[in-house]
């Protein structure tokens, strides 16, 4: 069956590559090693047994919920034989979530899952979700309008670097609106237009998220942050200006056209992309980017 074995290794080079980001056993653990052994020994040839089960795994996240402490969701995955045809069963738990909240919760992320990973593998971008949209699910305590202002205050003293996939970027229109967007909010940063489409920008924290709420209201095929780094800004009595440069690793934004020939030169040259990453000292985001597709 070889819809089986392709399915089958999907599966296992996703596993392999969130086994890459998720090294340690706090953060991944695999809930059935024979499984995965199974899955690898059929995938590589060693069997031609079609496994009876597919891999469970979870990933814990701690996440910056509220201001003072970390709060810890885990993420419970298990892969369906045709899965990434259909949509893994996936289960966000923290002990902050009630029952109403959870649902709620589950029912939203699969609603995006089948919006933005149809056919995909979608762990990573189940990830990023819950990273993204955990804090809405949960209860605000009666303080948290005072938490808000407190928390304003922190993100201006934040310096952030979004690193935002698109499946394409063709469209003039969106092209000029990321250019214009990227000048007036004062961001750095470079567009890669084609197909994937990839923008990075960085500066002050609020500057970026206004950016990404702007980009994503706009319609797309696909879009999503794949990585984002914050770093907290240094409060005592340095120009903000002059940190906030420091940190920058690109000048100006600028559109970066790496030409691959081919069908209309939509499809970009990645090693140029690579190179250019490299040359700016990000060169590890590429496997972010590419980890799964880059095989």
């Given at each position: 069956d070889m819809a089986g074995i392709e399915e089958a290794g999907?599966?296992?080079?996703?596993?392999?590559?969130?086994l890459s980001m998720f090294?340690?056993?706090?953060?991944?653990?695999i809930d059935d090693q024979l499984a995965l052994a199974e899955l690898r020994d059929y995938v590589e040839g060693r069997t031609n047994a079609i496994p009876t089960s597919r891999p469970q795994f979870?990933?814990?996240q701690k996440l910056d919920i509220y201001s003072e402490n970390l709060v810890t969701f885990s993420i419970s995955c298990s892969y369906l034989v045709t899965y990434p045809t259909v949509l893994p069963e996936i289960t966000v738990r923290s002990s902050e979530l009630n029952r109403t909240q959870q649902t709620q919760l589950h029912?939203?992320?699969n609603a995006y899952l089948n919006d933005t990973c149809c056919g995909d593998v979608c762990v990573l971008a189940a990830i990023e979700w819950v990273k993204d949209n955990a804090h809405l699910y949960i209860n605000k305590n009666p303080t948290s309008a005072l938490k808000k202002q407190v928390d304003s205050s922190v993100a201006e003293n934040m310096f952030s670097r979004l690193w935002i996939y698109s499946h394409h970027i063709y469209n003039k229109q969106k092209r000029k609106n990321i250019l214009d967007w990227s000048k007036e909010l004062g961001l750095t940063g470079f567009s890669?237009?084609?197909?994937?489409?990839?923008?990075?920008?960085?500066?002050?924290?609020?500057?970026c998220e206004e950016f990404w709420a702007r980009v994503r209201r706009l319609t797309w095929q696909r879009i999503m942050i794949r990585h984002r780094e914050d770093i907290p800004l240094d409060r005592d009595g340095v120009d903000t200006h002059v940190e906030l440069d420091l940190h920058?690793?690109?000048?100006?934004?600028?559109?970066?056209?790496?030409?691959?020939h081919?069908?209309?030169?939509n499809h970009m040259d990645l090693g140029q992309l690579y190179h250019f990453l490299s040359e700016k000292g990000c060169g590890d985001v590429f496997q972010l980017y590419f980890g799964i597709e880059g095989r």
């Open positions: 999907k599966q296992l080079s996703e596993i392999e590559l969130l090294p340690s056993q706090e953060e991944l653990v979870t990933i814990q029912t939203d992320l890669m237009p084609g197909k994937p489409g990839v923008v990075c920008v960085e500066g002050p924290r609020s500057a920058r690793r690109f000048t100006v934004f600028e559109e970066a056209i790496f030409d691959a081919g069908n209309r030169g």
